[in-house]
């Protein structure tokens, strides 16, 4: 009997059912020489403190660095405390039996480092010896599965994945569990403090980013607009200098010449530029766009999406989507051109999927060396039936992108038109000479928004034209937006850097904080420590946050780059290219550093907590 151990009871029973193997046992199905079985996501987890001998929080034990970790079953909370989950404890029973009987072992765990990992602790947990398989795919159509099974992969080739997921339980576990008792320890033991890895510098850059709103003076400044008429089609154009005060705004604007002070010529035009822009499609997305993108969009959460799109990959309906790679390899690539006939009958992008069928596809997001683990995420080419309204809008960005991606370049002309009348003006405008793949969501008039002018008039060089109109524009200086999720997710893949290239942004993505499957669970977690809250579609600091980040904000624990370092040395053990001990070593050395700094600073930040509540602007 082969025996196939799946990461969730749903995918186990699809599994069962594209091999035909319908006898349902307690935890199991067997048939045709199969049997499948599945984990509840992580049925193990690395051993509590108290398992060590660490018993209570004592000053004494800290920094708690145990020589071999253990292995533990998941606990549930009871009202006689946490206890082993008896329903976890069963399930482990059952697959112990089935490793027993079995003849081969074949791993369906999601393929990816949470999904190797889940696997890795139950096989070393229950001491099995015996060789196994991996199944490693990005789609759970049936045809994708079949494929799968016919090219497993030896279970060793994956070994680096493994140490890189359990450096991150380790690295996790070591710098949250002595750094949140060293600061609740020192801080009165009043309430848990908790700190980690990467939930602590991602705390550290919303409230920064929120004590940099609320410290932000506005300074006032002064611009002057004119409005000029070219054979009746009016034009606005704007100082090209600020005035500090309006006194000295106030005798530039009297000496401009327009049609009301009597001139009929009052602008001269100095400088026509008009420049033809090509802009590229935007890449396919991975998790982390596609979650910045639903933010913007429908104002879902990055866990809303991730579940959604979760449920969307086991109803065989999208590709894997866990992914950090916004690129495919020439083999789906090929594939390409069906998925986007699939589309032809789309409510929505029916249109444009039929033109797109008969263009030379472009292929920008088609380089087989920046895939890693799994490809961008695709739709399967399966036809979705009835979607809950939620799941149909998470699909069709998935869809919509893909038509993007493949889709023509779009064609402008961007035209500068600068004017002189006692100062210098300068007017904008683009001409969208072909929309490309800005027509699939029909968003050309959006991407217009901040401009002055929709169009501009055709002018020359040397011409005067009359000023039908002038105003002074009062203005203010304005502070960086707060943090929503969207913003968020795009500055934890860079460590708080502001980069807007998109394929500069990708090229960080290993020195990011996080990953783009753990980013959603970072959020989540700071909103259940209390640490911050929504605010509309705002991330906004509580009090204990602010508290919190007033004690760590110079030490290293706060720090993006260096936890975006330790993220890069994870992606490098994966590969290969670091030792496992050299980084082990590291982080056991920054765990005695952090812990001994905060059991002396740690004090402070007793007289600053208070009940949580919202920061207020």
Known sequence: MKLVIAEKPSVGRELAKVFGATTRK????????????????????????????????????????????????????????????????????????LFDECTEIIVATDAGREGELIFRYIYSYLKCKKPFKRLWISSQTDEAIKDGFRNLKPGEEYDTLFSSAHCRSVSD????????????????????????????????????????????????????GIQLDKDGQLFKAISVDNFETKEESEVIFAKVEDVASGFSNGGNITAVEAK????????????????????????????????????????KLVTYPRTGSRYIGDDIFATVPSLIASLTDHPQFAKQAVALGEM?????????????????????GIKPGSLSKDHQAIYDMVAGRMLEAFHQECLKEVTKITIQSEITFMANGTVIRSAGW?????????????????????????EALPIVNKALLEKQTKPK????????????????????????????KDSGLGTPATRAAIIETLLTREYIIREKRNLVPTAKGLAVYEIVKEKRIAQAELTGAWEKRLEEIRSGGTSVQEFKSEIIEYTRSITQELLIDGAAISSQLAPTAPAVV
Request: net charge positive.
């Open 276 to 315: 033809p822009r090509k802009e590229p499609p935007p890449l396919l997305h991975d998790l982390s766009s596609l979650q910045q993108e639903a933010n913007k969009r429908n104002g879902f959460t990055a866990d809303q999406t991730l579940s959604l799109l979760q449920n969307l990959y086991e109803s």
């Open 438 to 462: 800005r027509s699939v969501f029909n968003d050309v008039e959006d991407d217009k928004k901040d401009e002055d002018n929709p169009a501009l008039p055709k002018v020359k060089k040397g």
């Open 481 to 508: 937006a707060m943090y929503n999720e969207a913003s968020l997710l795009k500055s934890l893949e860079t460590c708080g850097k502001e980069i807007e290239d998109e394929e500069l942004r990708y090229a960080m």
């Open 26 to 97: 307690d935890g199991y199905i067997e048939g045709k020489g199969y049997s499948f079985t599945w984990a509840f996501g992580h049925l193990l987890q690395l051993a509590p403190p108290q398992e060590y001998g660490f018993y209570g929080w004592r000053k004494e034990h800290l920094p708690m660095l145990p020589q071999k970790f253990k292995l533990s079953i998941r606990k549930i909370k009871t009202k006689d405390g946490m206890v082993e989950d008896p329903g976890v404890r069963k399930q482990l029973d059952i697959i112990q039996k």
């Open 360 to 380: 030379t596809l472009n292929k920008r997001s088609v380089n087989a060396k920046k895939v890693t683990d799994h490809h961008a995420i695709l739709t399967t």
């Open 173 to 224: 576990w070591l710098v949250g569990m002595n750094a949140t008792q060293a600061l609740s320890i020192s801080a009165g033991n009043r309430s848990v403090l908790s700190l980690g890895r990467v939930q602590t510098p991602t705390l550290a850059m919303i409230c920064a980013r929120y004590l940099e709103i609320k410290n932000f003076v506005p300074k006032t400044y002064f611009q002057i």
